[in-house]
């Protein structure tokens, strides 16, 4: 069963399609790197799979729920990483995570608590206050409050933005851990090594869709030396077809 299944997902603002008839299908327990420049359409994209914001079109299911009417049942059962650090930074690690338990109201908040310190490992820094924490051990906290809950997809918005290279591929190989337990993870990134740890990728720009495909098949479509030459080549064909239209 696919857990993201959506087809013409679009968003307009201002009559502008910030995202344009974008198709995304993506396995259980399947980790897919979500790229494109800045500005693509990445985040509006990851709010709209996660019930946060109304497709203005397009149609397809997340977990099997509808997005269009199953906002609230998806929310519950999506673990989503926003860019900006959002938990408390007067609070200590195990007091933001046991806040962010009792907003989930779940049943047993300590057991929950605890597993997610422990699968983190934050459990010796667990008293320490969260604006004291470097960027890496940030995200990592910000990753375990996704996880409390258990759920079975991930929704990461560029977690990894501004962490130096240690504490990302410590964060990578939690994500590759959490797939191997069968969650599935759609992650955005700007950093070539991450995508090339994806299983699969999903390219964006312009809010439409350019590639889709492992690293390998990209490259080798594209006719590129490598992932980034490859973008680069697929960017610069779509900026050809915009000024081919007539204006
Ligand atoms: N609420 C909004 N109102 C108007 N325009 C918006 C709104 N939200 C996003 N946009 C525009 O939609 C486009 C896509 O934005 P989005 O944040 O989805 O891109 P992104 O690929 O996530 O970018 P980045 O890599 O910089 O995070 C941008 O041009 C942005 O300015």
């Known amino acids: 069963m696919l857990a993201i299944d959506v087809r013409g997902l679009t968003k307009r603002y201002g009559g502008r399609a910030v995202v344009d008839h974008v198709d995304l299908q993506l396995a259980r327990g399947r980790i897919c790197g979500f790229l494109g420049p800045n500005g693509s359409g990445k985040t509006t994209t990851i709010r709209m799979l996660c019930g946060l914001l109304k497709a203005d079109e397009g149609h397809g299911t997340c977990l099997g729920l509808d997005i269009a009417s199953g906002g609230a ?20 690690i195990r007091e933001n995570l046991d806040f962010v338990a009792r907003l989930f109201e779940l049943p047993e908040r300590r057991k929950a608590v605890d597993r997610a310190l422990a699968e983190l490992d934050l459990v010796e820094r667990q008293q320490q206050l969260a604006g004291t924490l470097s960027g890496g051990w940030k995200q990592r906290l910000a990753l375990a409050a996704c996880l409390l809950h258990e759920p079975q997809l991930l929704l990461l918005d560029e977690p990894t933005a501004g962490v130096d290279p ?13 797939a191997a337990e069968g969650i599935t993870v759609l992650v955005s990134t700007h950093y070539m090594d991450e995508a090339e740890r994806c299983h699969e990728l999903c390219y964006i720009a312009y809010g439409k869709v350019l590639a889709r495909g492992t690293a390998a098949e990209i490259v080798a479509e594209a006719g590129a030396r490598d992932l980034e030459d490859a973008f680069i080549r697929l960017v610069g064909r779509a900026q050809d077809n915009f000024k081919a239209l007539p204006s």
Do not use: C, N, P
């Open 73 to 92: 049942e998806i929310k519950r059962q999506v673990g989503y990483m926003t860019q900006k650090f959002g938990l408390y930074e007067d609070l200590s």
């Open 166 to 178: 240690k504490a990302r591929r410590d964060f990578w190989d939690q994500i590759h851990r959490l």
